[in-house]
C-alpha cells in the first residue's frame, strides 16, 4: 500500500498521482532519440500523449527534464540525474514481469541426469521426452556412465540426479537420498 503522502514510487505528490512506468519509458525514450518526434514513433503513441505525459512526470517530479528548442531537445540537469535511475527502473520492472512470467510459464532451469546404459525398469530417452515436453523452461545435460561413476558424480556435484542399479557397497555414508523405482530379480541364462 502507497504511503499517504507519496505516490507509488516514493514521490512526494500533493494529489497521491504517483510517477506511472509509461512516463518512465517516455521519458528515455525522449532522452535517447533528442526529439519528441523520433521518441512518439519509437514509442507508438502520438506526439502530444507523450508531449502531455513528460509534462505530467515533470509536474509530478517538480522540475524541467528537458531543455527545449524549436530544433532540439537536451537533457536538463534534472533530466541527467534522472536518467540512469529511469534506466533502471525500467530494468527492474521488466525483470519483475519476467519473475512473474516464469512461475506461471512452468519451470526455469538446468537439470544434470545421469542413468546406466542397462536399467530395464526405465527407459531415459522416452523419460527426458515427455519431462521436455512437459517442463520446456528446463535444459538437460544427460550422462549415461556405470552406477559407480553416476554416483560420484553425484557426491562431487556434477549431477543432480541419477538412475542407478544400487549396490550394497554404495551405502557406506549414506550421503545420498535414494528413492526404490523398483525391485527386479536377475535370471542369469546359459547353453545346456
Same mark, same amino acid.
Given at each position: ?5 507519496? %505516490?507509488?514510487? %516514493? ?7 504517483? +510517477? ?8 528515455? !525514450? +525522449? ?23 513528460? =509534462? ?14 524549436? $530544433? ?7 533530466? #541527467? ?7 533502471? #527502473? ?6 519483475? =514481469? @519476467?519473475? +512473474? !512470467?516464469?512461475?506461471? !510459464? %512452468?519451470?526455469?532451469?538446468?537439470? $544434470? ?9 526405465? @527407459? ?9 515436453? $512437459? ?16 554416483? $560420484? ?10 538412475? +542407478? ?25 546359459? !547353453?545346456?
Amino acid at each position: 500500500m502507497a504511503h499517504p503522502d507519496f %505516490g507509488p514510487v %516514493g514521490v512526494r505528490s500533493g494529489d497521491n498521482v504517483g +510517477v506511472e512506468l509509461r512516463q518512465i519509458e517516455y521519458f528515455v !525514450a +525522449v532522452a535517447e532519440e533528442s526529439s519528441f518526434t523520433r521518441a512518439a514513433e519509437r514509442s507508438q503513441v502520438s506526439q502530444s500523449g507523450l508531449s502531455a505525459a513528460i =509534462r505530467s512526470l515533470e509536474r509530478e517530479l517538480g522540475s524541467s527534464l528537458f531543455h527545449r528548442t524549436t $530544433r532540439s531537445v537536451q537533457l536538463s540537469r534534472a533530466g #541527467m540525474a534522472l536518467l540512469p535511475k529511469a534506466r533502471e #527502473m525500467l530494468r527492474l520492472a521488466t525483470a519483475g =514481469r @519476467d519473475a +512473474v !512470467a516464469a512461475t506461471t !510459464a %512452468g519451470l526455469q532451469g538446468f537439470l $544434470r541426469l545421469g542413468a546406466e546404459q542397462c536399467l530395464g525398469v526405465i @527407459d531415459p530417452p522416452a523419460l527426458l521426452e515427455r519431462f521436455k515436453r $512437459r517442463e520446456p523452461g528446463i535444459d538437460i545435460a544427460f550422462t549415461q556412465a556405470g552406477s559407480a561413476f553416476l554416483l $560420484r558424480q553425484l557426491r562431487e556435484e556434477q549431477l543432480d540426479i541419477a538412475f +542407478v542399479a544400487r549396490p550394497e557397497s554404495s551405502r557406506r555414508g549414506d550421503d545420498l537420498h535414494w528413492i526404490q523405482l523398483s525391485q527386479q530379480g536377475l535370471v542369469l541364462l546359459s !547353453a545346456r
